[in-house]
T-cell receptor, first 116, second 114 residues
Framework: AQKITQTQPGMFVQEKEAVTLDCTYDTSDPSYGLFWYKQPSSGEMIFLIY??????QNATEGRYSLNFQKARKSANLVISASQLGDSAMYFC?????????????FGTGTRLTVIP | DAMVIQNPRYQVTQFGKPVTLSCSQT?????MYWYQQKSSQAPKLLFHYYDKDFNNEADTPDNFQSRRPNTSFCFLDIRSPGLGDAAMYLC?????????????FGDGTRLSIL
């Protein structure tokens, strides 16, 4: 089974609008971390936001917020007030503490295009 | 200021000719990772070092090896590159291997095989 599932290969959003990128995960480990990364066409992988499995509140970092629904095993990324520079590939990733602790499992990514 | 530095950004080598990719970090992190990312795919972990302890993923080909001479540097050696090894190679670091530690990536080295 896939550890991380991103069902949206591509998404479009109008500039200044908000957009939600979906991510679901699969783990039996009670302790894990969820991460979102942005990868522009130039190739670097930029860390955006982190959510721990025991965190009670949703993580926020500037225009990025993570909609963490533990029972549904989802960790959707919300980008508010989209900017042209947000156009990139976005990867959801998970790291487990007890099993595969050193491996960061990535989803297949969602390509976001911001339309002027 | 770049904290994880990969050189070169672009590398071209010939089929079967050994190539080395380098990564350095100024974060003093304990763990360094090498990922392979093929076009339109997710990054795939090849191996990592936790301090001097080397950990190879089970499905990493024998053709790929790594060296970490000190905390700051880590190298990826491809002994006999094949056409299927053309990819982006990403180096990353984390302070520790715990699940709450984000990995910080370099800009990557895009490897082409002629």
């Amino acid at each position: 089974a896939q550890k991380i599932t991103q069902t949206q290969p591509g998404m479009f959003v109008q500039e200044k609008e908000a957009v939600t990128l979906d991510c679901t995960y699969d783990t039996s480990d009670p302790s894990y971390g969820l991460f979102w990364y942005k990868q522009p066409s130039s190739g670097e992988m930029i860390f955006l936001i982190y959510q721990g499995s025991y965190d009670q509140q949703n993580a926020t970092e500037g225009r990025y917020s993570l909609n963490f629904q533990k029972a549904r095993k989802s960790a959707n990324l919300v980008i508010s007030a989209s900017q042209l520079g947000d156009s990139a590939m976005y990867f959801c990733a998970m790291r487990e503490d007890l099993t595969g602790a050193n491996n960061l499992f990535f989803g297949t990514g969602t390509r976001l295009t911001v339309i002027p | 200021d770049a904290m994880v530095i990969q050189n070169p950004r672009y590398q071209v080598t010939q089929f079967g000719k050994p190539v080395t990719l380098s990564c350095s970090q100024t974060l003093n992190h304990n763990v360094m990772y090498w990922y392979q990312q093929k076009s339109s795919q997710a990054p795939k972990l090849l191996f990592h070092y936790y301090d001097k302890d080397f950990n190879n993923e089970a499905d990493t080909p024998d053709n790929f090896q790594s060296r970490r001479p000190n905390t700051s540097f880590c190298f990826l050696d491809i002994r006999s590159p094949g056409l299927g090894d053309a990819a982006m190679y990403l180096c990353a670091t984390s302070r520790d291997p715990g699940s709450n530690q984000p990995q910080h990536f370099g800009d990557g080295t895009r490897l082409s095989i002629l």
